[in-house]
């Protein structure tokens, strides 16, 4: 944490998840971003990509880019995501969603 408040600039999120449940079958999805980058309204974004757990024989990519940051009344934050996996074996996932929480704002 930064003397004026602001989150630390290079803070990242992790995140366990699930996608969608699509052709019956759903990956799960363990995520870790990349570090925050600055938005012009004075909040943040993160990026991140790889690939879903294999599963039903096959996996899939995604590269995504989160919302701003969500405030919780801790002092920590969090980003929705909502985004789709690539396709792959006839079909692809939708995967939304918060991440885990970080310090700051
Ligand atoms: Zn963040
Ligand atoms: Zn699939």
């Not at 408040?5 to 992790?14: F, I, K, M, R, W």
């Not at 990026?47 to 880019?65: F, P």
């Not at 801790?74 to 939304?96: I, L, P, Q, S």
Request: proline share 7%; aromatic share 10%.
């Amino acid at each position: 944490m930064y003397a004026n408040g602001q989150s630390d600039p290079v803070h990242n999120h992790g995140s366990v998840t699930h996608t969608s449940c699509d052709h019956g079958h759903a990956h799960q999805c363990l995520d870790i971003t990349g570090p925050s980058i600055p938005t012009a309204s004075g909040s943040h974004v993160h990026h991140s990509e790889g690939w879903v757990m294999y599963y039903h024989g096959h996996a899939h990519y995604y590269k995504a880019v989160s919302g701003p940051s969500i405030g919780m009344n801790n002092k920590y934050h969090v980003h929705e995501w909502d985004f789709y996996t690539t396709h792959d074996d006839g079909h692809r996932h939708h995967v939304n969603g918060p991440d885990m929480p970080a310090p700051g704002v």
